[in-house]
């Protein structure tokens, strides 16, 4: 499936970074609602909604446990933020 406008940064077509790293930041950015530098179970809730992604809450907590976060914090990366 696409992925709305509205959930793209305007950077994702025009990314200044290069390779998958520059992908996955422009990804995260998308993902991250509140722009907090972290993902956390909103932020997933939210965007698997808007792309119309079926997913439970223990779905949303197992993506976080897979991305190395917990359900307190999130995931984050230092590259992101």
Do not use: W
């Not at 950077?11 to 991250?32: A, H, T």
């Amino acid at each position: 499936p696409q992925i709305p406008k509205s959930l793209k940064p305007k950077s994702l077509s025009k990314s200044k970074s290069n390779g998958k790293d520059g992908l996955m930041e422009d990804v995260f950015k998308v993902m991250d609602k509140d722009g907090d530098g972290r993902l956390s179970h909103d932020d997933l809730k939210s965007y698997m909604n808007c792309a119309s992604f079926a997913a439970t809450d223990d779905d949303i907590e197992a993506m976080i446990r897979l991305g190395g976060g917990d359900e307190n914090d999130g995931v984050s990366s230092p590259s992101f933020s």
